[in-house]
């Protein structure tokens, strides 16, 4: 697979190792809009517990969804992106990040009848939440990359324009680079998956068509005698 773009992605190295030149990926990127979020929403502006701020990504690669929780980080008044990949991966950068006491407001066991309140462990709730049901919806918007016509896109519900709010902007052909795609799928694997993917499009498999049973009889080398008695002739009786 031939990959054209012009910017550099994590996985362009595997193409040093043997590639299909009929096959073409033409990386160019895009946006697009949709008047309908299908996806699982994580948004940091309806959180009061502000001392993690995380929302939600989806990112779609090869009619797969993975999901993403963005967590801004200041480090010398300077603001980075931390991407978390798991449940998990936001619970260690949390102990990590903030203080004992932070940490273990954020883990702690939230009752049912007080879960209507805003704080660290509903974030964190909420957090779980929004993984499960992309997980839950994994392989369901094959649509979409049909709709798109691109391997790859990415889904920011809070990336909103404040002129027209119901439009939410899709990124198509984005470099995961830059999301640590990478932790999730390797190279190797995600070059493969590429252009498995591509190949399949550019090559969609034929449907098999539905022989006739008296077709199939021929091809076999029967006929519509094959196992079955000739009615002409009789089985001589045996004499006592």
């Known amino acids: 697979m031939r990959i054209i773009s012009d910017f550099h992605d994590y996985y362009d ?3 040093g190792t043997g590639q299909d030149l009929e096959l073409l990926y033409l990386r160019k990127p895009r946006e697009e809009t949709m008047a309908e979020y299908p996806f699982p929403v994580l948004s940091d502006r309806y959180w009061e517990w502000r001392k993690l701020r995380p929302s939600g990504l989806v990112v779609g690669f090869c009619g797969k969804l993975y999901p993403i929780v963005r967590i801004p980080h200041y480090v010398a008044s300077n603001l ?12 260690r950068w949390v102990a990590n990040n903030l203080n004992k006491k932070d940490h273990a407001k954020y883990v702690e066991h939230m009752p049912k009848r007080r879960r209507w309140r805003r704080t660290a462990a509903n974030t964190r709730l909420a957090v779980e939440k929004f993984f499960a049901e992309v997980h839950a919806v994994r392989d369901r918007h094959e649509a979409l990359f049909e709709q798109f016509d691109a391997p790859i896109w990415l889904a920011d519900s809070a990336k909103c324009k404040i002129a027209r709010p119901y439009l939410k902007p899709i990124e198509i052909n984005p470099c995961l680079r830059e999301y640590e795609f990478y932790r999730v799928v390797d190279p190797y694997t995600a070059f493969q998956e590429l252009a ?15 022989i006739p049973d008296k077709v199939m009889i021929g091809v076999k080398g029967f006929n519509e005698r094959s196992f079955r008695k000739d009615p002409g002739k ?7």
């Open 80 to 91: 980075y992106h931390i991407y978390c990949y798991t449940p998990a991966d936001v619970t």
């Open 234 to 240: 009789r089985k001589p009786r045996r004499r006592k």
């Open 13 to 15: 190295v595997v193409q």
């Open 196 to 210: 498995m993917y591509l190949g399949k499009q550019a090559q969609p498999e034929k449907p098999i068509p539905a």
